[in-house]
């Protein structure tokens, strides 16, 4: 599950959509691109009742009040929940994936340092594009 529509929400949308197909969005508006995701979209403002039953959440609101109102609702759920932009109240963090076909490379900085993550994935992605390394 995601909460929030915006810019933020659809990178993690997105990214997510290289792995699964069954995702539901929850958002009062959807950035530019959600509807051609494959994705449940639930145009509305979140209520707790709309967590129920998820196994896991990435949080992208934008704004950070709900955020971490959000981020409270799913741990008295005992729903893990990645916050984005806000490390300190994620149970679980994603990394810099690459995938190619059956390749799937993840390079993680246990969220300390983002830019060098996607760095370092993007490097990856040039040594394989240039024939350095063959998959």
Known sequence: MIIGGGKVGYHKASILHRFTSEATVVSPQFHKGFD????????KEYEKKDIEGAFLI?????????????????ESLGILTSVCDNPTLCDFIS???YKQENITIAVS?????VRLSVN????????IATDT???
């Open 120 to 127: 370092i994935r993007d490097q990856i992605r040039n040594l």
């Open 95 to 97: 990394p810099a994936i």
């Open 133 to 135: 390394i063959k998959i």
């Open 109 to 113: 900085s246990n969220a300390q340092d």
């Open 36 to 43: 051609a995701l494959p994705f449940v979209l639930i145009k």
């Open 58 to 74: 990435y949080v992208c609101t934008e704004n950070e009040e709900l955020n971490a109102r959000i981020k409270k609702d799913a």
